[in-house]
């Protein structure tokens, strides 16, 4: 089993920037990829942004350049650093670990999910 804490959560005012960090604990050796999600009301689990064991990172489209996952081994903690929010991002940001397989853009992937943080973006 592998727990999740998700914080940094909160209120930006758009164009600001928000870190949003993650907590592992639990058998955290058996995951693979560590990825970030965002769900609005209505709307379905997005991906935002993954990390993989030996260091590669991916990003959706919409967020490149603007958002910056890593991590602290060390810590057993990953991050997302976003930059420049936008009003529609405003959503539920769930990390999530998966521990096998090459995929890392689909929720399905994922074994364990946080429980969530809000992120409002104001107009």
């Known amino acids: 089993q592998v727990q999740l804490v998700e914080s940094g959560g909160g209120l930006v005012q758009a164009g600001g920037s928000l870190r949003l960090s993650c907590a592992a604990s639990?058998?955290?050796?058996?995951?693979?990829?560590m990825g970030w999600f965002r769900q609005a009301p209505g709307k379905e689990r997005e991906f935002v942004a993954a990390i993989k064991y030996g260091g590669s990172t991916y990003y959706a489209d919409s967020v490149k350049g603007r958002f910056t996952i890593s991590r602290d081994s060390a810590k057993n903690t990953v991050y997302l650093q976003m930059n420049s929010l936008k009003p529609e991002e405003t959503a539920v940001y769930y990390c999530?670990?998966?521990?096998?397989?090459?995929?890392?853009?689909?929720?399905?992937?994922?074994?364990?999910w946080g429980q969530g943080t809000q992120v409002t973006v104001s107009s």
């Open positions: 999530a670990a998966k521990t096998y397989g090459s995929t890392y853009y689909t929720p399905g992937a994922y074994n364990y």
């Open positions: 639990g058998r955290t050796f058996e995951t693979s990829t």
